[in-house]
């Protein structure tokens, strides 16, 4: 997990209002976070699937990188400032669009993954030679530390970690969130705009971490926290918890970085073969790119695969996975999914087991426990595309 | 009948030399929604303090202790299909097992209500 507890815990500026809302809370990435509120896991989960729940993700790393020159507008800046950070991660960030987000990793010199992060080219025409970065809370300083250290002296990394960086998720957030940002409701899957409230500039973007619809959006820690006040009114938003978070986005499929990623885990094991796009395939030119491509080529030893309990006993991270009494994996992310209403998990099995249908036993309790290789997502997304 | 209650949140309601054990409301109330419950098998022995049964919430699996030592004489079947009874009903319908205590002298380690109220109100 990547769950750090600390006696010296960080607060994010929201933490006065998860007091008020009755906020069970938790250390997590360094932060005193909410795991719960009043309602409960299993009814925060599915209130965030049938109206919109709002989560406080202040404690991730959003960040921007600016090319050092100053160069702000123009297509070459954008190329410019691609071609600085497509050495750290495999996807194709040149051929972004503006207001374009994408999904990547950061790799080591063996391919493992380091973190998994969203990058952004931002929409307005003088802000070219920048890249709007979200990193794993867990993984800021580690990851800051690379870009600083790597593209010391061509880029310039701004934090933005003091602000509110929230989600507001579910078939609800577009009609709320529009009501405040009429233009949000413009945005399509993955994409991202600056947008103005009050006079206080917001970058929104349509992404998130449940499988839904829905918005991440970034402020200053007053317009922030004043915007998420002015949501939290509205009949359909709820405040959720890490716990539902974790169980949505189980559901999902998504990875969970530290259970599901971590440094041995290629991309191509983790079934992100998906961000490496094709002209980085052909022109490579990022870290461990013999492996990863070897992987692409011949398949990978082993793969993340979704895990389906046939029976009611939840199967958590750690589980070992064995077929016909030998072992072939581990589970590495497992609970119960409140919107299948049942157990879910996902979890990494030898290449030869992994297609879905595969009968495979989990050893929980030092019990075997039937169960079989399932194809993610568990719940069908929900995104607009 | 009396009920008796230990630091880790099992009741057991005491008839003669049997008595009916499960988790507490406080208990349940912490956990969350259970989703799971592993029972033992009846006739299995159990020291007092030993894991006899596990509860799964949304958020985490946890050990359920034996209040005292002794046998299990019967498991409660309706957790098997419906564990959500223990979010619902922890001190009434949900006990988990009937056990034939080896010891009935162990009950003077236990809590009574008022104790375990008072232990309860403290945390």
Known sequence: MADTSSETSRRTALHALHVEQGAKLVPFAGYDMPVQFSAGVKEEHLWTRTQAGLFDVSHMGPCFLTLASGIRHGAGAHEEIAALIETLVPSDIKG??????????????TGGILDDLIITRPYEEDRQGELYIVVNGAMKDQDWGIFETALAGKAVLTRADDGVLFALQGPKAEIVLGAHFPECTGLKFMESRRMVLDGETFVVSRC???????FEVLGSAAAGTALVRLLLNDPCVRPIGLGARDSLRLEAGLCLYGSDLAPDISPVEAGLAWVIQKRRRETGGFPGVSRILRELKDGPARKRVGIQPLERAPAREGTEVYVDGAPVGLVTSGGFGPSVDAPVAMGYVAAAQAAPGTKIDLMVRGKARPAEVAPLPFIPARYKR | ??????????WIRVDGDTGMVGITAYAAGQLGDVVYVELPETGAKFARGDDFAVVESVKAASDVYAPVSGAVLEVNSVLTEAPE???????SEAWFVRVKLADTGELTELMDEAAYAAFCKGL
Do not use: F, I
């Open chain 1, 208 to 214: 998130g971490y449940t499988g839904e619809d829905g």
């Open chain 2, 1 to 10: 009948m009396t009920t008796y209650y230990t630091k880790d949140h099992e």
């Open chain 1, 96 to 109: 972004l669009k503006p207001g374009q987000a994408r999904l990547t990793v950061l790799l080591n010199e």
């Open chain 2, 85 to 91: 009874k223990v979010s619902e009903a922890a001190e």
